[in-house]
């Protein structure tokens, strides 16, 4: 079992996620996030601070999420760990607003 | 040495917020004390995280990391209040973060609520994962049924306790005593009673679904208390509250399932507990059975007048944690937690000069590990602001700390000293097939702790 980021995290990047998670398990390039399933101990903190509900624990994702196990476990490694608030991308509350999220 | 002008801070607790704190000073240049009561570190992590979650528990790996930082300290058996007063280290270090957690435990406030066989969920977690204070308590399992009381993750942790085989427990860290009694445990069914309905449940649903994956116990749902009102059913769609919905699709699954092992899981829901009774020790629970009022996510349970009885012989009150005052400290008893502004302790509306609070001391008792590490965050990035505006620090920091203790004879437990403990533990587990098994008294754990080093002070709360 881990956590994935899915989908939402697109256009956003807002990495509340980060700073709640207990061992450093958040990886990024300039697009998005990446959680490393070794790292990972499912605490689920980071389920509730991302603003847009990108973060699923692997048992709930859907059919067509299924994918975002492999691209977390694939990338994550290769990308410098990222443990602390960045600021959000500009086109962030627009896509929070998109969500219907605010 | 570090260099002139270092900021030096104490933090009062080794639990996930007091490590999280040192963290971010130690990243901030800061030199970092963290003082414990105990010669353990860890906190809840050591004395909370159930026995049977050992991944939540490799937190512990971060935590030695932070410790191995050169700029920290470890001064564990070191108690304030009792060793060192808050006055004291303020005088020693530029500031102190108070993050001693919640260590008390909420009432219920209703009759009965202290006959024998009646217990808080607190208590029997600090038991069963070896906390010095609890050592001693007695739990009688040999009732039939338990009622738990609280829809959180404790009530939970509790409830798999209850149900899991002690085969299943063998080879967790669960300390022997506990194992031992358990072990006589004719406990069948466990009642998880909540007083709101299945969408306010304050679990999560990782947690949840592990009580639908339990070897020997079936779970049991009336698949009436699914049906939820249209203000539920507005909470549940609320894209915001992600696990409610998910540990609600769980639920789903659990209805109607075949009875076929030797033990049951009941879950309740709209039950709000009235009172404990019984001869001399507790018997059953009677319950007001509720409905819910308000608006979305303020949801309120309102007894209808009608009452039930649930059969037990143990109950566990799951209603939270609660923070203890500090003295010198400001303390809002109400809500147990320390006034602030983002970490920074008000004294009125006045700040308290150089004093912080971070973790549920702060906060309130609510958030897995990791939200401590936000809190906690929070807390360093105002102290930063705050130093700031001053000149460069004259404190004696833990020098001065160090002859104070040594001139009341008190011999803290530095962070070597707690690996000392760690193998021992991890080295007598080995010898039973599980992870570690626990010191469970003070005298012992400061026994490892020296080892070999000279005569072992005795501890007055052995
Ligand atoms: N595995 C894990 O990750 C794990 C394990 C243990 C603990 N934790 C975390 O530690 C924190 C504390 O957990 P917790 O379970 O102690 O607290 P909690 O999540 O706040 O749950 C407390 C429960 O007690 C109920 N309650 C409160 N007062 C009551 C009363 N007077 N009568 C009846 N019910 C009452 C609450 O119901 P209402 O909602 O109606 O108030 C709620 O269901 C939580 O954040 C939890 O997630 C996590
Ligand atoms: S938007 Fe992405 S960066 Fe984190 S807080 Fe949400 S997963």
Redesign the interface.
């Known amino acids: 079992?881990t956590h994935v980021v899915t989908e939402n995290c697109q256009a956003c990047r807002f990495t509340?996620c980060v700073?709640?998670?207990?061992?450093?398990c958040f990886h990024g390039d300039d697009e998005r996030l990446y959680i490393d399933p070794e790292v990972c101990?499912?605490?689920?903190?980071?389920?509730?601070?991302c603003p847009v509900?990108a973060i699923?624990?692997e048992?709930?994702l859907s059919d067509d999420e299924e994918r975002w196990i492999e691209i977390n476990a694939s990338r994550a490694p290769d990308l410098p760990v990222i443990r602390s608030?960045q600021s959000p991308l500009p086109t962030a509350e627009a896509r929070r607003s998109e969500?219907?999220?605010n | 040495m570090t260099a002139p002008g270092t900021r030096k801070v104490a933090v009062v607790g080794s639990g996930p917020s007091g490590f999280y704190a040192a963290e971010a000073l130690l990243e901030a240049g800061a030199e970092v004390d963290v003082i414990e009561r105990l010669p353990t570190p860890f906190g809840l992590v050591r004395f909370g995280v159930a026995p049977d979650h050992p991944k939540l528990k490799s937190v512990c790996q971060n935590f030695t990391q932070i410790a191995g930082h050169e700029r920290f300290a470890f001064f564990g058996n070191v108690a304030l209040g009792r060793d060192v007063t808050i006055d004291e280290l303020r005088g020693f270090y530029d500031a102190v973060v108070i993050a001693s957690g919640a260590s008390a435990d909420r009432k219920l406030g209703v009759p009965g609520e202290h006959l024998p066989g009646s217990w808080s969920a607190t208590e029997f977690v600090s038991w069963y994962n070896g906390h010095p204070d609890f050592r001693n308590r007695t739990f009688d399992f040999s009732c039939e049924a338990a009622v738990i009381l609280g829809h959180g993750n404790v009530a939970i942790d509790v409830c798999r306790i209850l149900s899991k085989s002690v085969d299943e427990l063998r080879r967790t860290d669960i300390c022997a005593h506990a194992l031992e009694a358990l072990a006589e445990s004719r406990i069948r069914d466990v009642h998880l009673v909540g007083r709101r309905g299945p969408a306010q449940a304050k679990w999560t649903a990782k947690e949840l679904r592990e009580i639908g994956m339990l070897a020997e116990a079936d779970v049991v749902l009336d698949e009436s208390d699914l049906a939820l009102g249209a203000t539920c059913e507005a909470e549940l769609a609320d894209p915001r509250g992600v696990t409610p919905a998910q540990s609600f699709k769980i639920l789903r699954t659990f209805q109607g399932r075949p009875r076929e092992r030797s033990k049951a899981v009941h879950l309740h829901f709209n039950l709000s507990p009235r009172v404990l009774e019984g001869a001399g020790r507790v018997e059953r629970v009677l319950f007001d059975r509720c409905r819910l009022s308000g608006g979305p996510f303020s949801q309120v349970a309102d007894p209808t007048g009608e009452t039930v009885s649930l059969k037990a012989g143990a109950v566990f009150r799951s209603v939270g944690y609660k923070g203890v005052a500090t003295d010198g400290v400001p303390f809002d008893g109400r809500s147990g937690t320390i006034p602030h502004e983002r970490g920074r302790v008000m004294d009125g509306d006045a700040p308290a000069d150089g004093l912080y609070v971070a973790g549920w001391i702060k906060r309130g008792p609510s958030g897995v590990i990791g939200v401590n590490r936000a809190c906690s965050l929070e807390t360093v990035e105002t102290m930063l602001s705050d130093f700031a505006d001053r000149p460069p620090s004259q404190a004696p920091g833990r020098d001065a700390l160090r002859s104070a203790l040594a001139a009341r004879a008190v011999r803290p437990v530095d962070f070597t000293s707690w690996m000392r403990i760690d193998e021992a533990e991890v080295e007598a587990g080995a010898a039973l097939g599980k992870p570690r098994e626990k010191f469970t008294s003070v005298d012992k754990m400061l026994a490892a702790a020296f080892a070999g080093s000279g005569p072992v002070p005795q501890s007055c709360c052995a």
Do not use: Q, R, Y
């Not at chain 1, 700073?19 to 450093?24: H, I, K, L, R, S």
């Not at chain 1, 101990?41 to 601070?49: E, N, Q």
């Open positions: 079992m509340d700073t709640v998670c207990p061992v450093a101990v499912d605490c689920s903190a980071c389920i509730s601070a509900g699923k624990e048992f709930d608030k969500l219907g999220l």
